[in-house]
């Protein structure tokens, strides 16, 4: 492909024919496609750009500050909505994943909307689609369109009536991520793994608790500072934790546990649309396993799981 330098020129140019004087918004969540995005916008058209960040509660230990300090260090200008126990209110009882989806997604669009509203005179909605969102949503239009609802694609624009500003329609993830270190961001801001809109919500299965948020959060934790210190956080597509809905049998001491069950969930990938389960050391999964259970109250097995996509998709949700 050709090289990001004249990418960001092209992008930048496009950008500004496109927007002109107009406002512009865009939903950040700290991962490399919205952060990149807003990065090329906001180098076209300034502070026209507003980035809203929504905390749906649902985010990884400390990820809302890290992100919030990250972003301010790019001098992006952001509007920072923590809607945590408005979302959690929300999925109350629910267990469907599709259901789980659908409601943050209504409700993530209605604080956009009322963002935007505050925001005023917005005409413009710049979103982070790559080329494999792109295609992922065409082909899958038909019966099949609704496999999963990735609540990043659609949606928004036509419910606001914005124009859409897609800078990165034509990019694969490994080039989002060449652009990102182009465009000045920390590494450790580009090497993150995806992370789903809806967050830890479709990774625990089953109803969501204050609890069981916590155990995910702290397991999730867990994952990725040793897949950091092995060595494996950057070989791998992505790699996390889901809470399992059922309870099985331990021991402690002399004591017998009835607690929680924690599937790891680590896949080489290049555009997510195929997986393949990481075949990581036996002790790096030891490690894994005896920190979640040591150090998560609550949680006493856990497994590995050894699926592809396909058959299997790579979340549990
Ligand atoms: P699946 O589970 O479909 O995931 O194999 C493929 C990639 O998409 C991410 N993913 C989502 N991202 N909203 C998102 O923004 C969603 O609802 C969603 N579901 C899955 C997943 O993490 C993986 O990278």
Not at 1 to 4: A, K, P
Not at 62 to 78: H, I, Q, R, Y
Not at 201 to 204: G, L, Q, S, T
């Given at each position: 492909?050709?090289?990001?330098h ?19 918004i865009?939903?950040l ?9 807003a990065?090329?916008?906001s180098?076209?058209?300034g ?12 985010l ?21 909505v ?11 009882g629910?267990?469907?994943?599709e259901?789980?989806r ?7 669009i209605?604080i956009?909307e ?9 005409e ?6 790559l ?6 949503s065409?082909?899958f ?5 609704t496999?999963?609802s990735?609540?990043?694609v ?6 606001m ?10 990019l694969f ?6 652009l990102a270190?182009?465009?000045?961001m920390?590494?450790?801001?580009v090497w993150?793994?995806?992370?789903p809109g809806?967050?830890l919500?479709?990774?625990?299965l ?14 999730d934790?867990i994952?990725?500072e ?12 992505q790699g ?12 402690m001491?002399d ?12 896949v080489?990938s290049?555009?997510a ?8 050391p036996?002790?790096v ?6 920190r979640?259970?040591n150090?998560v109250?609550?949680?006493n ?17």
């Open positions: 492909i050709w090289d990001m004249s990418f960001v020129e092209m992008a930048t140019r496009e950008i500004r024919e496109k927007v002109g004087n107009g406002r512009c865009c939903a969540s700290g991962g490399v496609d919205s952060t990149v995005t990065l090329l916008v180098r076209a058209i502070d026209n750009l507003t980035s809203i960040f929504v905390n749906n509660g649902f990884r230990k400390n990820e809302a500050e890290t992100v919030l300090s990250f972003l301010k260090k790019l001098g992006l200008k952001v509007d920072y923590d809607a945590s126990s408005r979302f959690l209110e929300k999925l109350k629910v267990v469907d994943p259901k789980k659908k409601i943050i997604g209504e409700e993530f209605k956009f009322e963002e935007a509203k505050r925001i005023g005179k917005v413009f909605l710049a979103q982070g689609t080329y494999p969102d792109v295609i992922e065409v082909s239009k038909g019966p099949s369109a496999i999963k990735h609540h990043n659609g949606g928004l624009p036509e419910v009536k914005l124009d859409l500003v897609e800078p990165l329609r034509e993830k490994d080039e989002v991520r060449e270190l182009e465009l000045g920390p590494e450790e801001l993150r793994h995806p992370f809806p967050g919500a479709i990774r625990i089953g109803e969501i608790t204050e609890d069981r948020l916590r155990i995910l959060r702290e397991a934790a994952v990725i040793e897949l950091k210190k092995s060595g494996w956080y950057r070989k791998v597509w996390f934790a889901v809470l399992l809905p059922i309870r099985t049998v331990g021991v001491g004591e017998r546990t009835y607690d929680h069950v924690v599937a790891l969930r680590v080489d290049v555009d649309m195929t997986a393949d389960w990481t075949r990581l036996y002790d999964l030891a490690r894994l396993s005896m979640i259970i150090e109250d609550g949680v097995r856990v497994c590995y799981d050894i699926s592809s996509k396909p058959p299997s998709t790579i979340e549990w949700e």
